[in-house]
């Protein structure tokens, strides 16, 4: 932060060795707090409307997903989620109980749930994402294409392999 360009910060004017992909041990634990700091940023605006309702990012992240892919299956938000049964059966209880979303019988399997979100899960949502859009919409008008392509092909990376084909389908398919 303090430092002057190309001596070990990670700035817009890469570095030799930035340039030749080799980062040192101290230029990546930069990456790694600035990418803590950024996740601050990014949820400090959705924590506060969630702490309003004592919810969490958990809520947070199961509206998003049901928002994303309406009808999906609990079995589905699990995989997205990687969380257990006990702990999303919680946040789910708790979202339908408050009228955010609701559950319905399995059109083709009537043993499957699929989630819904209500009108009011909808505009939850909206606020708890409109913040996060505007910060995403400043910092990569910002930044510029090759930046946003860039950060793209880095988060991609940084996927689980094994889940990196899957993830990456389901979010092609909800555009």
């Known amino acids: 932060m ?11 004017n890469p570095t030799r060795s930035e340039q030749l992909l080799f980062l040192t041990d101290d230029q990546l634990r930069q990456g ?13 605006d959705p924590d ?5 309702r004592q919810y969490g990012r958990a ?19 699990l995989d997205f989620l990687g969380v257990t049964k006990q702990s999303l059966n919680r ?3 708790q979202l339908v109980d408050d009228g955010l979303v609701e559950s319905r019988v399995g059109v083709e399997d ?3 749930r699929n989630l819904h979100l ?17 910060r995403m919409r400043a910092a990569f008008s910002t930044a510029g294409p ?16 094994e889940l990196r084909d899957r993830i990456l389908g389901w979010l092609e398919a909800a555009r």
């Open 110 to 112: 009537r043993r499957h």
């Open 48 to 52: 506060r409307i969630l702490a309003e």
């Open 32 to 44: 790694i707090e600035l990418m803590f700091f950024a996740y601050r940023g990014f949820t400090a």
């Open 59 to 77: 809520h947070h992240r199961a509206i998003h997903f049901i928002n994303r892919r309406p009808g999906l299956t609990v079995n589905e938000l």
């Open 146 to 161: 090759e930046a946003v392509h860039g950060f793209r092909m880095v988060l991609e990376q940084m996927i689980d392999p």
């Open 91 to 93: 946040v789910l209880r």
């Open 118 to 134: 209500t009108a009011a899960g909808r505009k939850l949502e909206q606020e708890l994402s409109a913040a996060q859009r505007r």
């Open 2 to 12: 303090g430092r002057p360009m190309g001596q070990g910060s990670l700035s817009t």
